[in-house]
Nanobody, 121 residues
Framework: QVQLVESGGGLVQAGGSLRLSCAASGSISRINRMGWYRQAPEKQRELVAFIISGGTTNYADSVKGRFTTSRDYVKNTVYLQMNSLKPEDSATYYC???????????????WGKGTLVTVSS
């Protein structure tokens, strides 16, 4: 069993910063990719950023230059540093990870429960 637990959400003024964390725990054999999605009310869930095992990162165009994702391979934790936040960044942010467990042959996508980010204007 794998768990992803996010932290770091909250209320911030426009132009401010927040740092999200997501820790993966459980019977993990290998983590291929970790990243972040977000979903605003009445909108579809969208990719924000991800980082793969080799360190390559990918970002949505809307956050490029403002958000940075990084990973601690020892702690199985992924971070999302969010700077220059805008009201349109307000959403529930979900951690996502593609993980192979000790008991499985294949890798599977796991999701956290989400952390709310609210950016006031």
């Amino acid at each position: 069993q794998v768990q992803l637990v996010e932290s770091g959400g909250g209320l911030v003024q426009a132009g401010g910063s927040l740092r999200l964390s997501c820790a993966a725990s459980g019977s993990i054999s290998r983590i291929n990719r970790m990243g972040w999605y977000r979903q605003a009310p009445e909108k579809q869930r969208e990719l924000v950023a991800f980082i793969i095992s080799g360190g390559t990162t990918n970002y949505a165009d809307s956050v490029k230059g403002r958000f940075t994702t990084s990973r601690d391979y020892v702690k199985n934790t992924v971070y999302l540093q969010m700077n220059s936040l805008k009201p349109e960044d307000s959403a529930t942010y979900y951690c996502n990870a593609n993980i192979k467990t000790m008991a499985s042959y294949h890798s599977v996508d796991y999701w956290g429960k989400g952390t709310l980010v609210t950016v006031s204007s």
